[in-house]
């Protein structure tokens, strides 16, 4: 069973701030998205990154996949009471028929 | 609009009385599957199906049934619900090959 870890898991900053999410597996994943997800809805995509050492960027989050493919990071640049929920990683491995695993998750609180 | 709908979103419920939640997506995916999240533990995967008739195992199927009759449909039927699968539980779909999961709103199980 592939396994993804998430650090932290709870993070507590103030607007302003600058934030780096950590998810780590010993596996290899042919592809790693970030979800975000909001108190009583689901979890919604933000990115996917397929490419060793790719770096996406959307507004003040740059995610970044790992040259190795088994580890990925999502920094936070000003982060504002916005960006308040619950970001998941999840990866994802061709061929295999169950599609995503998912780390557990770091719930962000940005405090304004 | 795209979306994936499940209902209910909120069940309280007694143990052993048999409970059906239905989960209809209207983008024509062939993937779906079933989550369960409970704190601390992320999404694990209960159930997926490949396409109609093809379902399988994920990580914590014990005490749960789905089926696939028809593409857009995939419910999770729980025969003698227990309090241990009280549970915030997610359905989501997606096209083949580990593209973008789209998920329901949720659904709130409480067993008592």
């Known amino acids: 069973t592939q396994l993804l870890e998430q650090s932290p898991q709870f993070l507590s900053i103030q607007e302003g701030e600058n934030l780096t999410v950590y998810c780590n597996s010993s596996s290899v994943f042919s592809s790693l998205q970030w979800y975000r997800q909001e108190p009583g809805e689901g979890p919604v995509l933000l990115v996917t990154?397929?490419?060793?050492?790719e770096v996406k960027k959307l507004k003040r989050l740059t995610f970044q996949f790992g040259d190795a493919r088994k580890d990925s990071s999502l920094h936070i640049t000003a982060a504002q009471p916005g960006d308040t929920g619950l970001y998941l990683c999840a990866g994802g491995s061709k061929g295999s028929a169950r599609q995503l695993t998912f780390g557990s998750g770091t719930q962000l609180t940005v405090l304004p | 609009e795209a979306q994936v709908t499940q209902n209910p979103r909120y069940l309280i419920t007694v143990t052993g009385k048999k409970l059906t939640v239905t989960c209809s997506q209207n983008?024509?995916?062939?993937?779906m599957s079933w989550y369960r999240q409970d704190p601390g533990l992320g999404l694990r995967q209960i159930y997926y199906s490949m396409n109609v008739e093809v379902t399988d195992k994920g990580d914590v199927p014990e005490g749960y049934k789905v089926s696939r009759k028809e593409k857009r449909n995939f419910p999770l039927i729980l025969e003698s619900p227990s309090p241990n699968q009280t549970s915030l539980y997610f359905c989501?779909?997606?096209?083949?090959?580990?593209?973008?999961?789209?998920f329901g709103q949720g659904t709130r199980l409480t067993v008592v």
């Open positions: 989501a779909s997606s096209l083949a090959g580990n593209t973008e999961a789209f």
């Open positions: 983008m024509n995916h062939e993937y």
């Open positions: 990154v397929v490419t060793g050492g």
